[in-house]
């Protein structure tokens, strides 16, 4: 039995199946303080036997470098009581089983990778907006970064033409990507969650933002399609406003010979979680080699 757990800054997604595509079990838990929310994980687990190896698919940022001696912990995320977490260890000494660990958007990155029947030259980009903004590539089968990772919500952009008075929720950084159109900061600055407000304006302002992340990822990354997820791009129409803002901004300039794709999630909200698994998967493989 595989487990996986989605670990995300307002809920703890958790499985456990024979492979990722065979889930048999699956439970959610807020995220509360580390102490509860990870004993009421471990607990889960439990009950549902006897785990072969575990993946974390965990918000950020993390250390995923396995000479560290902080490999497998939550480090200086902005969430209260969650820095320097060691998640990884905490469940390798309660569940006695080898840990899988990587970002959430690594995972979901792979796990949409996988969905596709890619070939090994195929690469990908994917974004989730919600909570925070977070972004992975894969290229190959092969995560991008390694032994760190992509911070693309942290990327400062040019500032929309309507849209000049909010400082930014960031408390790193004031108006990067994820200061100025994570749902936390959407609902700072508008009052409400973007499915929410009727306004048009504040859904342009929006897609301009994320265009520009779309046109930054395919312009270092070279990949051929950047996939969107998360809970602030299931607002109607929005991913259709992401594209038309790329396009403008890119301006027929990338090169061509590529059809570059900005597209939902194959897995749809599955993504995280059968990232987690993949995770978990993988480990148990090199367990065997």
């Known amino acids: ?15 456990a199946g024979r492979s990722p595509a065979d889930i048999a079990a699956r439970h ?25 190896s575990l993946g974390i698919a965990s918000f950020g940022p993390v250390d995923l470098d396995p000479g560290s001696l902080t490999w497998g912990h939550i480090t200086s995320t902005p969430k ?6 060691d998640i990884a260890g905490f469940f390798a000494q309660t569940l006695s089983c080898p840990i899988g660990f990587d970002t959430d958007v690594n995972a979901a990155a792979l796990a949409e990778w996988r969905a596709r029947g890619a070939s090994r ?3 990908l980009a994917y974004v989730t907006v919600g909570t925070g903004i977070g972004g992975g590539v894969v290229a190959g089968g092969e995560i991008f970064g390694r032994p760190t990772h992509p911070e693309v919500g942290h ?3 040019a500032r929309h033409e309507a849209d000049g008075e909010f400082a930014g929720s960031c408390p790193y950084h004031g108006d ?4 100025l159109v994570s749902g936390p900061a959407i609902v700072a600055r508008w009052g409400r969650r973007l499915d929410e407000l009727q306004d048009e304006g504040t859904r342009e302002v929006v897609a301009h933002y994320l265009g520009q992340l779309c046109l930054a990822i395919f312009s270092f990354s070279a990949v ?13 129409g929005l991913l259709e406003r992401v594209r038309d803002s790329f396009a403008k901004l890119d301006n027929c300039y990338l090169p061509g010979g590529v059809e570059r794709k900005i597209e939902g999630p194959a897995l749809g909200e599955r993504s995280g979680i059968t990232g987690a698994l993949v995770l978990a998967e993988n480990v148990l493989s090199q367990q065997d080699d």
């Open 121 to 123: 030259q195929a690469s």
């Open 1 to 15: 039995m595989l487990g996986g757990i989605e670990a995300g800054g307002t809920k703890f997604v958790l499985a």
């Open 155 to 157: 990327i400062r952009v």
């Open 176 to 179: 990067c990507l994820e200061g």
């Open 80 to 85: 209260p009581g969650w820095r320097n977490c």
């Open 224 to 236: 051929e399609r950047v996939v969107m997820g998360g809970g602030v791009m299931e607002t109607p």
């Open 28 to 52: 959610v838990i807020p995220t509360s303080d580390p102490t509860n929310t990870l004993r009421e994980a471990a607990d889960w687990f439990r009950a549902q036997g006897a785990l072969a």
